[in-house]
């Protein structure tokens, strides 16, 4: 591989060839490189295939993957591959709805709350946005044989097709190189395993013509053959088939089995193209270390889960968003190194929860005993009757309660610490968007007052060398044009309500969207950037 050598960046540390290696070039992987390249960092790619996969895998996101898409710079060519679910609803065999519940066209983060997506349009979308970054090189056709952790670098060394050897050396390597990863097993991770496995056929179909699916996404709980309908973004459609006990897998992989399942939702030769079909097998898994020394792990690497969430790519979208701005203020200089181990503590929280909560769906929908399926369905139509539809298990998204955030004495969280902050529209000066647009990435300070008045000048100076944005947000209603420097109208009226609700006038914002924490005035503003820059091991600014 040729290197071009050059300093460590703007940080301190060894000389290296690259800033950051990221060995696996999916979506997770993609994300990843283009939030360091954005910041200015060099980051190498490698990854074995050749060229990117062609069929799709993973079909939806939600809101929060939105909003970490768009930090990535790709909100704009969302619809391009992508649409809104609109609903979802499971059934049993007789027909019977046991659950409906619609998609909202603003989730929490300000995208729809569920998205359909063709993964192939993702990825070349990603790719391309990644190619505007001169500093991100990738490599393909390259598989990674060999780490080794010096303290302050790692050698990469990789082998082409004709079993050449490469190096080269990177300040950090982050393993998105999937379920079988190499540099998971490098680091020796450890594996929990909730012993969930299902065999599924996957088949997804081109459409000859547009068709409105109503439900657009469906899950038929059916004893006989649970089975799934839903989309897989524009002219796409995504079908699943659960392998019953003791099928040939052979014999459910058959064309002519294909197209006599597919027959059932009105799918033929005649009217649909078969893009790809395979069966695989569920999981439930996460690793027990994200980190180990210069070494870290997102996406499947660290965790394997049902699709039955839909929590698999959002949850390695989160994982990348979590560790991208943990790695740029280590490389900075600006925080010590171990902030890093935050990641794992917060990452590892989030996904047991999503796993758990797939597996907890799956075992409601792979049920193939009829009487077991017959309780179910009175269970939950019963609650349907009486509550208009069917709990579902919790959100797999849950505020932390470990990690790099506001805590009392005790270690608890100072609540809204720790939780996702919420995305609205607001305006400045210059015209109206949502607030990653308009007041931008990375730390954010909104107040109802002006942040510049509420700290001294060693707290602002802390936070400029974030590069902290602040703002004064003002009330709904506000005249257009009215909003001054740092200023903007809280549009949909979220933000002073959300400053209200948490008994605060400010609340600070990490990159990643969650909640730092929220203060009460100067005093209590002043002591939480004290907190920041203790939790992240970088002193304030000395006294003049």
Same mark, same amino acid.
Request: aromatic share 8%; hydrophobic share 40%; net charge negative.
């Given at each position: ?371 077991? #399926? &017959? $309780?179910?369905? @009175?269970?939950? =139509?019963?609650? !349907?009757? %009486?509550?208009?539809?069917?709990? *579902? ?53 909104? #107040? &109802? $007052?002006?942040? @510049?008045?509420? =700290?001294?000048? !060693?707290? %602002?100076?802390?936070?400029?060398? *974030? ?72 002193? *304030?600014?000395?006294?003049?």
């Amino acid at each position: 591989m040729e290197t071009r050598r050059a300093g460590a960046g703007s940080g301190t540390g060894a000389v290296t060839d690259t800033d950051v290696a990221v060995v696996g070039y999916g979506p997770v992987g993609q994300v990843l490189a283009i939030l360091l390249a954005r910041r200015g960092w060099r980051v190498t790619v490698v990854e074995r295939w050749a060229q990117p996969y062609p069929m799709p895998r993973a079909v939806g996101f939600d809101d929060e993957a939105a909003r970490i898409l768009a930090a990535a710079g790709v909100g704009p060519f969302l619809d391009k591959f992508g649409e809104n679910s609109r609903d979802y609803a499971w059934r049993n065999a007789e027909g019977d709805t046991l659950l409906h519940m619609e998609s909202a066209a603003n989730g929490h983060c300000g995208w729809p709350q569920a998205t359909a997506m063709y993964q192939p349009g993702l990825e070349a979308t990603l790719i391309e946005r990644g190619a505007e970054f001169p500093d991100l090189r990738v490599v393909r056709g390259q598989e990674v044989v060999e780490l080794d952790d010096r303290g302050d670098l790692v050698e990469v060394i990789s082998e082409d097709a004709d079993e050449r050897e490469h190096t080269f050396t990177a300040r950090y390597v982050v393993g998105c190189d999937g379920a079988n990863s190499f540099v998971r097993e490098s680091m020796e991770s450890s594996l929990t395993d909730l012993g969930f496995f299902y065999d599924w056929l996957i088949c997804d179909v081109v459409l000859d013509e547009p068709r409105d699916f109503r439900p657009n996404n469906l899950q038929i709980c059916d004893p006989r053959r649970p089975r799934t309908a839903v989309s897989a973004g524009p002219g796409h459609r995504r079908f699943e088939f659960m392998r019953l006990p003791g099928e040939n897998i052979e014999e459910l992989k058959r064309d002519d089995t294909l197209w006599r399942m597919l027959a059932m939702f009105s799918v033929r030769p005649d009217n649909a193209t078969l893009e790809r079909h395979a069966v695989y097998t569920f999981q439930a898994r996460w690793a027990g270390e994200w980190r180990k020394g210069r070494l870290l792990i997102a996406g499947d690497a660290a965790h394997l889960m049902p699709p039955f969430a839909g929590q698999g790519m959002c949850s390695g979208f989160r994982d990348v968003a979590n560790l991208s701005w943990k790695l740029d203020l280590a490389l900075r200089g600006l925080a010590d190194e171990s902030v890093l181990d935050t990641y794992t503590a917060e990452r590892r929280a989030h996904v047991r929860n999503a796993i758990t909560t797939s597996v907890r769906l799956g075992k409601v929908i792979c049920v193939t005993d009829p009487a077991a #399926a &017959a $309780d179910r369905d @009175a269970i939950m =139509l019963a609650a !349907r009757d %009486r509550e208009g539809s069917a709990p *579902l298990p919790m959100s797999t998204v849950i505020p932390l309660d470990e990690g790099l955030f506001r805590q009392s004495d005790d270690g608890t969280p100072v609540r809204p610490a720790g939780t996702l902050f919420p995305q609205a529209r607001v305006a400045d000066a210059e015209g109206e968007g949502l607030l990653d647009e308009i007041v931008g990435l990375g730390f954010v300070l909104l #107040a &109802a $007052d002006d942040p @510049a008045e509420l =700290l001294d000048e !060693r707290r %602002r100076a802390f936070l400029d060398g *974030l590069g902290t944005r602040c703002a004064h947000v003002l009330p709904a209603g506000t005249e257009p044009g009215a909003p001054g420097p740092g200023a903007v109208v809280d549009v949909e009226d979220r933000y002073l309500p959300y400053l209200a609700e948490n008994g605060a006038t400010a609340v600070l914002v990490r990159p990643d969207f969650t909640v730092f924490g929220a203060a009460d005035g100067p005093g209590e503003l002043g002591a939480l950037v004290d907190e920041l820059a203790h939790r992240l091991g970088a002193p *304030l600014p000395a006294a003049d």
